[in-house]
């Protein structure tokens, strides 16, 4: 069963703080190709070697695949592992005289609550020189067990566009965290971005403007 996790922040809080592409006007997807590349990766949820960005064949995005990001609270969980974040920063080559946004974000994975134990992802996006925003969560109350999806999706009035000419990082954090105060201690309960259980990963679709 695949649900939607319940929304508690606003996704029009995408990217903030960043100038604007200037005279910038909507188009297409490029048809040069465009390359990701990965700066750097850091978080519980993420160690070294398990994370993997994969750009989209027609542009129009990239995907980032996890195999070790899983948050979890019961008997053999580390006293930590109720709470699991990861940051990449990628870099995105762009042919010269086009410039994008992270319009949509789409994530899934499969969880395992036991009643009354709870589940939170969110995630926050910014380009380097900016101030980080502030997260987009979504949450899923147990009982539950099974597959999720959430998207966070930004209103075209409140796309921020990489400045034209610059190359700019940009920084995607997401979490994952399991509480279960009111939960049977000694059962446990999960939610997990892992690729194990298939084809599961993180999409970034990306709105593209043409630069003077």
């Known amino acids: 069963m695949l649900k939607n996790l319940t929304i508690v922040g606003a996704a029009a809080a995408f990217l903030i703080a960043s100038a604007p592409a200037a005279a910038a006007t909507d188009t297409a997807p490029p048809t040069d190709r465009i390359t990701v590349d990965v700066k750097t990766v850091n978080g519980s949820g993420c160690p070294r070697g398990t994370a993997a960005v994969t750009e989209l064949a027609d542009n129009t995005g990239f995907t980032v695949t996890y195999s070790d990001y899983l948050a979890e609270v019961g008997p053999a969980a580390a006293p930590t592992d109720f709470r699991k974040n990861c940051q990449i920063s990628v870099l995105v080559h762009a042919p010269q005289g086009f410039t994008y ?10 969880a395992h609550l036991e009643g009354g134990a709870a589940g939170l992802q969110q995630a926050s996006y910014y380009f380097q020189g900016d101030s980080e925003t502030l997260p987009v969560g979504h949450t899923l109350s147990g009982p539950y067990d099974g597959d999720w999806a959430t998207t966070d999706k930004a209103d075209v009035a409140t796309l921020v566009y990489k400045p034209c000419g610059e190359d700019r990082i940009l920084n995607i954090n997401t979490e994952l965290r399991v509480s279960a ?20 990963n993180s999409l970034y679709r990306l709105r593209w403007k043409q630069c003077p």
């Open 181 to 200: 105060d009111g939960a049977d201690a000694k059962k446990t309960s999960y939610l997990s971005m892992n690729t194990t259980r298939g084809a599961v």
């Open 101 to 110: 946004a992270i319009a949509e974000a789409d994530y899934r994975g499969h």
